[in-house]
C-alpha cells in the first residue's frame, strides 16, 4: 500500500472546505445557483459547505456530475475524513484482533 504524503496527525480537510474556499469562488457562483444545479436546496448546500453536513452518495453523484470529476473523489474525501475522526476514539480500542486459524 502507497504511503500517503499526508500529515496522519492533521485533520483530513472537509469536503464542503474545497467547496467553499476552491470550487464555488473559481466558478463564480452563489450557494443558490450551486445548489439549484445540484438539484438540491440552499440549506444543504450551505450546511455543506460550513462542515455541518457530511457528503452522502447521493451528494457525491450529484457533485461528480456537475463538476465532471465523479463521485469518487468526494466520496474518498468524506471516507477519509470519517475514519481519521472515529480513529480518535478510544472505544476501538477494546476490541482485540482475531488470530488466523
Known sequence: MAKSL????????HPGAIL?????????MTQAEFAKRL??????????INEKRAVSPDMAMRLGRLLG???????????????????????????????AA
Open 6 to 13: 499526508r500529515d496522519p496527525k492533521r485533520r483530513p480537510t
Open 20 to 28: 467553499r474556499e476552491d470550487v464555488l469562488p473559481s466558478l463564480g
Open 39 to 48: 438539484g438540491v436546496s440552499r440549506l444543504t448546500v450551505s450546511e455543506l
Open 69 to 99: 470529476n465523479g463521485p469518487e473523489i468526494w466520496l474518498r474525501m468524506q471516507q477519509t475524513l470519517d475514519l481519521w475522526e472515529l480513529a480518535k476514539r478510544r472505544d476501538y480500542e477494546k476490541i482485540q484482533t482475531l488470530k
